[in-house]
C-alpha cells in the first residue's frame, strides 16, 4: 500500500510541477498579481508530495519490502539499518527522486525565506524550478519508477554493491546532489532575471548566497568522494580523473567562477551578462554531470548499472534547459547594458583574471572528459584520456591562479596599486621561497613537489597577510583584537577558503612524494618503507555483520619501538558473491602508513604498503574551504538580502 | 578607460585564456591520449614500445600464474585473448578483486620487445556481470558475438564460446 502511496504522489508531484512551471510565469508577464501568487502555495505542494514520494521509498527499503523490484535489487534483510536506509538513494530511481526532492526543498525555500524578493521576479524564479522539476518528474515517472512492483516476491533482496555500504558513502550522494541543486536555484535567477530583462546588483545579492551554499555542500561532497576513494578503493589514490569525479568537478569550478563574478555584481553592479551566463553554464555543467554518471556513456569506475535510454531522456533535458536557456540569453542579454567601468588593476580586474583562468581549466577538464565520447562517435577510435593529460593541460593554468589568488584578495575596489598589494606580501612570499627551498634542498623533495609546498605556505601565508593587514596587526596591534571581532565574515570566510586551498596543496604537493612497495611476507617476515619496518605477524578469519574476511596483522616500528598496528582485511560478501579490499590506514595528520592486503601465497600475504606524507591535509583543506564559505554565508549581509535603491553607493 | 578600450581589453584577455587552454589540450592530446586496442590490434598494428596504451579482451582460463618477479616482488602472468589472437600480460601489483579467469579485463601498459606486454594498471570494475564495452566491442570485431543475433551473453559464459580452430588457447 505504501509504495502505491510513494507513487501516487510522484504522479501528482508531476502534475503540482507542470502547474508550477506555467501559472506564475504567465502570471509574471500578465502582472497579475493572483497568478503569481500561486507560485508559493505550488512550491510548497511540490515539497509536500515528493517528500511523501520520498518518505514511502525510505520505508520501503527499511521494512524490507520485497515486492518493490528496487528493494529487491539494491537490499537485503542482513543489512544495518543505516546500509538500508541509505541503499534507497545508492541506485539509479531512488537517487533520481532525492534529487527532485532537494529541487523541491530549494523551491521551497525560495518561497518561504525569498519574502523580500520581488514578487514577479519570485514567481519565475519558482517558474523556472518548476521547469527543472518537470522534466526530471517525467523521466522518473516514465523511464525509472522506483515503486515497480515485482511478484511473486523473491524471499530476499539481492544486497547493496558492498563497495558502496560505507558511512562516507552514504552521505556522499547527498551533499552532492545539495550542490548540484544549488546551482538550479542560481540558474533558475539567471532565467528569471533574463526574462525581466534586469539584473542589478541586488540581484546579485541574491544569488551569491545560493551560489556560496551550493558551493559549500559540493566542495564537501568532492572532498568526501575523494575521501572514500582513498580509504575504500585501496589504491592509495585521491583522485583518478575519472569521468564521474570530473563530472563533479566541473560545476564546482564553473561554481566557484560565479561565486567571484556575483561579488563584482553586487559590489560594482558590472560583470552582469558573464555571471548570467555562468549561472547557466554551472548548471550546464551539473546536468552534464548527472548526464555522463546515469547514461553510462564513458568509462568510470564507479559506475552505476545503466540504461542508454535513460541516458537519451537526460541528454535531452540538458539539450531543452540549456538551450533554452541559450536561447532566452541571446535574445534578453542585449538588454542588460554594463553600467559600472573599471580599471584593470583592481580587485574586479582581479576576479576577471580569476573567472578567465578557472574557466579556462574547466574548458581544459571537459574537453578531455569528452574527448573520447566524440572520438568514438567521430572516428570509432576507442580512447582513454588519463592523469597525465589532465595533470600537464591543468598545471599551466592552475598555477597562475594560485599564484594571483593572494594579490588579489589584498587589492582595493575600483583602482589600485599592484606595487603597494606586493610589498603587503613580501613576508608571504618568502615564506613560499623559504618552504620551497627548504623541500627541495633540506627534505630532498622532486621540483614538482617542491613547487606545490612553496605555492601551498604562499596561500596560507597570503590569507593570513590579508587578514592581519585589514585588522592592522603591524599598524596598531592593540586595536587588532578589536577590529578582529569587528571584520565582516565574508572577510575571514574568503581569507579561510583560499588559505584552506594551500593546505589542500601541500596534501597534494606531499602525494607526490607517497612511496608504495609490494611485498610478499611469510608469517614473521618484515620489510622496510620510509624509514619504518613492516612486520607481517600473521592472517586470521574474521566475521563480520554480513561478511566474512580474511586480516592480516602488520605491526609497523620505527627504531624498534611499535609505531601502530595495521589490519588490512579482504572482505567476501555473502550474499552479492562479492569481495572487497578493506585498507588499514593509520594517520597521525602528517603522514598516512596505508596496507591493502592482496591474495595469500602458500601461506604468505601479498602486501601493497604504502607512505603517504600530509595525505590528510588534502581532505582537511576542503572541509576548512567549505567551513569558509560556510563563514561567509552567514554574514550579515547575506542575511539581510535587500535590494538596494539603485544607483546607491556601496561602500568598497 | 573608454568603454570601446575596455571591451577590447576584455576580448583580448578572453581570447588569451581560451588560446592558452586550446594550445594546452592540443599539446597535451598529442602525447598523453591512450588507444584500446584488442589483441588482434596489438598483432597488427605493433605500436612502438615507448606509447603505453590499453590492451583488452577476456582473462583465458586457466592462464592466470602467480610468480616472483626477478626483484622479489610477487607479480602475475596471464593470457589476454579475443578469439583469433592472444598476448601475454605481466603484472606487478594486487589484482583487483573482481579479476576472473574467463572474465573481460582491461589492461593498461606498454607492449615489450618479446611481444609480451607489461602492464602497470589492470582494471576490474565492481560489477562481476559487467562487460567493458571496448572488450564486448573486440570481441564482437574477432566474430565471437554478432550484435544481429541479439544482446552479448553473459561474461562468464564468454570463455567457453566456440574459438577459431587456429587460437592459441589453453582452456
Redesign the interface.
Known amino acids: 500500500m505504501i509504495p502505491e502511496l510513494g507513487h501516487f504522489a510522484l504522479a501528482l508531484a508531476c502534475v503540482i510541477a507542470v502547474a508550477q512551471s506555467v501559472l506564475p510565469v504567465v502570471g509574471a508577464a500578465r502582472r497579475d498579481a493572483r497568478w503569481m501568487a500561486t507560485a508559493v502555495p505550488l512550491a510548497l505542494g511540490l515539497l509536500l508530495s515528493v517528500g511523501t514520494a520520498f518518505g514511502s521509498l525510505l520505508w520501503a527499503f527499511a521494512v524490507n519490502d520485497t515486492t518493490v523490484a528496487n528493494v529487491v535489487a539494491n537490499s537485503h534483510s542482513a543489512k544495518p539499518l543505516i546500509y538500508k536506509l541509505s541503499g534507497s538513494w545508492g541506485n539509479h530511481e531512488g537517487s533520481m527522486v532525492l534529487w527532485v526532492l532537494i529541487l523541491a526543498l530549494c523551491g521551497a525555500a525560495v518561497a518561504g525565506f525569498g519574502r523580500n524578493l520581488p514578487t514577479a521576479l519570485k514567481a519565475r524564479v519558482i517558474g523556472v524550478l518548476g521547469w527543472i522539476a518537470t522534466g526530471f518528474l517525467l523521466f522518473i515517472v516514465f523511464t525509472s519508477n522506483p515503486f515497480e512492483r515485482v511478484w511473486p516476491p523473491p524471499m530476499d533482496g539481492r544486497g547493496l554493491n558492498p563497495v558502496l555500504q560505507d558511512p562516507g558513502l552514504a552521505m556522499h550522494p547527498p551533499t552532492l546532489y545539495f550542490g548540484y541543486v544549488g546551482y538550479a536555484v542560481t540558474f533558475a535567477f539567471a532565467v528569471a532575471a533574463l526574462l525581466e530583462g534586469r539584473v542589478d546588483a541586488a540581484w546579485g545579492r541574491w544569488v551569491r548566497p545560493w551560489a556560496l551554499g551550493a558551493w559549500c555542500f559540493l566542495t564537501v561532497g568532492i572532498t568526501m568522494g575523494s575521501w572514500w576513494a582513498y580509504y575504500e578503493l585501496g589504491w592509495g589514490g585521491y583522485w583518478f580523473w575519472d569521468p564521474v569525479e570530473n563530472a563533479s568537478l566541473l560545476p564546482w569550478l564553473a561554481g566557484t567562477a560565479l561565486l567571484h563574478s556575483a561579488i563584482v555584481v553586487e559590489k560594482r553592479d558590472t560583470l552582469k551578462i558573464w555571471s548570467v551566463l555562468l549561472a547557466i553554464l554551472a548548471f550546464a555543467m551539473s546536468l552534464l554531470g548527472t548526464f555522463l554518471v546515469r547514461s553510462g556513456v564513458l568509462n568510470s569506475v564507479h559506475a552505476f548499472a545503466n540504461d542508454p535510454a535513460r541516458g537519451v531522456f537526460i541528454l535531452a533535458l540538458l539539450m531543452v534547459y540549456v538551450a533554452g536557456a541559450f536561447a532566452i540569453f541571446a535574445w534578453r542579454a542585449p538588454r542588460l547594458a554594463p553600467t559600472g567601468i573599471f580599471a584593470p588593476i583592481s580587485r574586479e580586474g582581479a576576479l576577471v583574471v580569476n573567472n578567465l583562468l578557472i574557466c579556462s581549466i574547466a574548458a581544459v577538464v571537459l574537453a578531455g572528459t569528452l574527448w573520447p565520447l566524440f572520438a568514438d562517435i567521430l572516428t570509432g577510435a576507442k580512447i582513454s584520456v588519463g592523469p597525465p593529460f589532465f595533470n600537464t593541460a591543468t598545471a599551466p593554468l592552475a598555477i597562475p591562479l594560485v599564484v594571483a589568488m593572494p594579490v588579489g584578495a589584498m587589492l582595493p575596489w575600483k583602482r589600485a596599486d599592484l606595487w603597494a598589494a606586493l610589498q603587503r606580501l613580501w613576508w608571504a612570499a618568502a615564506a613560499a621561497l623559504l618552504i620551497g627551498f627548504l623541500s627541495l634542498a633540506a627534505a630532498g623533495y622532486p621540483v614538482w613537489p617542491a613547487l606545490g609546498m612553496a605555492l601551498a605556505a604562499w596561500l596560507v601565508a597570503g590569507a593570513a597577510a590579508d587578514i592581519a593587514d585589514r585588522i592592522g596587526l603591524l599598524r596598531r596591534p592593540s586595536q587588532a583584537w578589536r577590529r578582529a571581532l569587528s571584520l565582516p565574515r565574508a572577510a575571514w570566510g574568503a581569507a579561510i577558503a583560499h588559505g584552506a586551498l594551500g593546505v589542500s596543496l601541500a596534501g597534494i604537493a606531499g602525494m607526490g612524494v607517497a612511496t608504495d612497495t609490494l611485498v610478499q611476507l611469510n608469517p614473521g617476515q618484515s620489510t622496510r618503507l620510509a624509514g619504518y619496518e613492516w612486520r607481517m605477524d600473521g592472517l586470521s578469519d574474521v566475521t563480520g555483520p554480513n561478511y566474512r574476511a580474511r586480516r592480516a596483522t602488520v605491526t609497523v616500528l620505527r627504531d624498534g619501538a611499535v609505531v601502530t598496528v595495521l589490519r588490512p582485511e579482504r572482505r567476501s560478501f555473502v550474499v552479492d558473491n562479492q569481495t572487497t579490499a578493506e585498507a588499514a590506514i593509520h594517520t597521525n595528520a602528517m603522514r598516512d602508513l596505508y596496507a591493502v592486503l592482496g591474495e595469500e601465497r602458500d601461506g604468505a600475504a601479498v602486501l601493497r604498503l604504502h607512505h603517504n606524507p600530509f595525505a590528510p591535509w588534502i581532505w582537511f583543506g576542503g572541509l576548512i574551504m567549505a567551513f569558509g564559505g560556510m563563514l561567509s554565508l552567514s554574514d550579515r549581509r547575506m542575511r539581510v538580502a535587500a535590494p538596494a535603491p539603485k544607483g546607491a553607493t556601496v561602500p568598497a | 578607460?573608454t568603454?570601446k578600450k575596455?571591451r577590447l581589453?576584455?576580448l583580448l584577455?578572453?581570447g588569451?585564456?581560451?588560446g592558452?587552454?586550446t594550445a594546452?589540450?592540443l599539446?597535451?592530446?598529442q602525447?598523453?591520449?591512450?588507444?584500446?586496442l584488442s589483441p588482434s590490434d596489438v598483432i597488427a598494428q605493433r605500436p612502438p614500445a615507448e606509447r603505453a596504451f590499453?590492451l583488452g579482451g577476456l582473462v583465458e582460463a586457466g592462464s592466470v600464474e602467480?610468480v616472483?618477479a626477478s626483484d622479489?616482488?610477487?607479480s602475475a602472468t596471464f593470457r589476454v585473448t579475443d578469439g583469433p589472437n592472444t598476448i601475454t600480460v605481466t603484472y606487478?601489483?594486487?589484482?583487483p578483486?573482481?579479476f576472473r579467469e574467463g572474465q573481460g579485463v582491461v589492461t593498461?601498459g606498454r607492449l615489450q620487445p618479446d611481444g609480451s606486454f607489461r602492464a602497470s594498471e589492470v582494471?576490474a570494475?565492481?560489477?562481476?556481470t559487467y562487460m567493458?564495452?571496448?572488450v564486448a566491442?573486440a570481441l564482437r570485431r574477432a566474430g565471437h558475438w554478432n550484435p544481429a543475433q541479439g544482446a552479448a551473453p553473459p561474461a562468464a559464459s564468454w570463455n567457453t564460446a566456440p574459438r577459431q580452430p587456429d587460437g592459441r588457447s589453453g582452456g
Open positions: 578607460m568603454r575596455r581589453m576584455v584577455l578572453a588569451l585564456g581560451l592558452t587552454a594546452l589540450t599539446t597535451a592530446f602525447d598523453n591520449l591512450v588507444f584500446f590499453r602467480r616472483t622479489g616482488r610477487p606487478t601489483g594486487v589484482l578483486d573482481l593498461l582494471l570494475r565492481h560489477d562481476e567493458p564495452p571496448e566491442d
